[in-house]
């Protein structure tokens, strides 16, 4: 079945760039997707990208795929302190019977001053 | 439009108990999804329903199970309960069952099993 790798945990300064990366391997993938979880909440979905697609961009969101290495990227621009909590990525494979999203482990982005 | 909400929020059981939690979907949604999250295991898709039909199962035992009513409301039932089913359920609904359509997530229900 397919796999959703994360890096734990990414570190950045306010105002800074947040790059929080991705890899999947199930290459049928055909919905990427990326929520936001704050302490205490539920799941927030900030954006998401067809498989046919390379870039999409939403207001300070950014999200790169590369369907050859499988890698799925989220950058925030401007980071405020806001931003701080974990990110998911999650993939939905093509066809009947898939088992709902599959999520990495999430990312936790911690904003320094 | 009001969200997915969830009750109760929160829950105590002890080890042997059943419970059930509560989902009520986005107004005119009708596949709702349930996941259980745990620090360990991360998020791990639990089952799916639409139309009152269960349309997909992840790899959980018996003891968990669920149904939907045909207002779209959800239930999940967990019975005999063990220490490891602490965690936080998590219910999505989605406008309709498939894959292209995104899933808006509820607060969840916070389980602690004594």
């Known amino acids: 079945g397919e796999d959703v790798e994360q890096s734990l945990f990414l570190s950045v300064r306010e105002g800074d760039s947040s790059v929080i990366n991705c890899t999947y391997t199930d290459s049928s993938s055909t919905y990427l997707y990326w929520y936001k979880q704050e302490p205490g909440a539920g799941l927030q979905l900030l954006t998401y990208i067809f498989s046919n697609m390379d870039m999409k961009q939403d207001q300070r969101l950014t999200v790169l795929l590369n369907k050859k290495d499988k890698h799925l990227s989220l950058r925030i621009a401007d980071t405020q302190t806001g931003d701080s909590a974990i990110y998911f990525c999650a993939a939905r494979v093509r066809g009947g019977g898939a088992d709902g999203l599959t999520f990495g482990k999430g990312t936790h982005l911690i904003i320094q001053p | 439009k009001a969200g997915v909400t969830q009750t109760p929020r929160y829950l105590i059981k002890t080890r042997g108990q059943q419970v059930t939690l509560s989902c009520s979907p986005i107004?005119?949604?009708?596949?709702v999804s349930w996941y259980q999250q745990t620090p360990g295991q991360g998020l791990q898709f639990l089952f799916e329903?639409?139309?009152?039909?269960?349309?997909n199962k992840g790899n959980f035992p018996g003891r968990f199970s669920g149904r939907q009513f045909s207002n779209s409301r959800s239930e999940m039932n967990v019975s005999t309960l063990e220490l490891g089913d602490s965690a936080l359920y998590l219910c999505?609904?989605?406008?309709?069952?498939?894959?292209?359509?995104?899933?808006?997530f509820g607060p969840g229900t916070r389980l602690t099993v004594l």
């Open positions: 999505a609904s989605s406008l309709v069952a498939s894959e292209s359509n995104e899933q808006f």
């Open positions: 107004s005119g949604h009708r596949s």
């Open positions: 329903y639409f139309s009152e039909t269960q349309r």
